[in-house]
């Protein structure tokens, strides 16, 4: 059995390695938000129980209206899905047979859901520990190809790219008749959210991916959505189910958006900590990529794989994300998620004692 292609469910990790899981873990692998869910779904969850008795509304329509609101675009623009991961398998079969860049590192979705659909998969693969993106170099691989992928901020370095970077790409895109698609499932962890949504308005080659699982801390709900030209997306959700997303993620989305303090608190929260944890892995001699977000790649500089490392962790309790299946990194690296602070200075001395030892 091979390595889980995601992170969460750690007993998969476990099995796919043959070694018995410990009875306390640590979950380090999955990086939703370390709050929590806003404290109002705990509250309001006991009223919603009546809407699992009838359909959901197949556009979403209440939710969507909330978004666009926040997002000072017309409904029109948005399209609901039962979270990123089927917007992106929606893209992918709107893009099927069809040939399609991916910027890397990224998350694994994309390539694999275009591969689905027989895709042909063209990987630009940017070079660690930086991993700079130089549009002008990788310009000349548009030509032919019908949609890039560019994760950003990225998943899983925690890398943002400058607005002049992405607006290059944007225009190197247009050129050459290419759909932009940029993912910003974990733009609201930015200490200073940027987001490219209102491209949408005025150029018809771009869509912006989002979550609300991430921030929000609802990924059993699942809940996200696609932004673009109003034709594309009728074009893109042609075969998405009806009724994909339930009644419950709906109000819960609603009312998530609603609460603009609990974006703020876990912003702060999770600048303040990760920058300790910055402070700590560069005493203990490791190095972390330059993350902005609620997660960050980590690794000894000592080992030319994090294998012994990952295994050694795990025998901890401590499971962190295997990068094995993004081209370009394949486990040079493992990717941490920000916790609250007793779980980091768990892993913190678990560090430091891996050190100590070797």
Known sequence: MQLPEHGSN????????????????????????????????????????????????????????????????????????????????????????????VIHPAFSEYAAACRK??????????????WNLEVSALADKLHGVKAVF??????????????????????????????????????????????YIEKVLHQQHVLIIRSLTKMYSIAGLRLGFLAGNPELLQEIGRTKPHW???ALAMKAGVACLQDRSHTVETRRFIEAERTAIFQELVKLGFEHSSSQLNFYLLRDPSLSTQEQLFH?????????RHTENFPGIEGEWLRVAVKQPDDNKILLEALAAWKQRN
Request: one cysteine or more.
């Open 10 to 101: 750690t007993k998969y990790v476990y099995e796919s390695l043959k070694m018995k899981q410990p009875e306390k873990v640590i979950d380090f692998s999955v990086n939703i938000n370390p709050l929590g869910a806003p404290k109002v779904l705990q509250e309001k969850w006991g009223d919603w129980f009546t809407a699992i008795n009838d359909y959901p509304d197949p556009y979403a329509y209440t939710l969507m209206e909330e978004l666009a609101a926040q997002e000072n675009i017309s409904a029109a623009h948005l399209l609901a899905g039962n979270g990123a991961a089927e917007i992106i398998t929606l893209v992918a079969r709107y893009l099927a047979g069809s040939k399609v860049a």
């Open 117 to 130: 659909e027989d895709c042909e998969v063209v990987e630009i693969v940017l070079a660690a520990p930086e």
């Open 150 to 195: 560019l994760c950003n901020p990225n998943n899983p370095t925690g890398v943002h790219y400058n607005r002049e970077t992405v607006e290059a790409l944007m225009e190197a895109c247009k050129r050459t008749d290419t759909l932009c698609i940029i993912d910003e499932a974990f733009y609201d962890f930015l200490p200073e959210p940027v987001t």
């Open 244 to 246: 994909s997303v339930n």
């Open 312 to 320: 050694y962790l795990l025998r901890q309790g401590l499971v962190l």
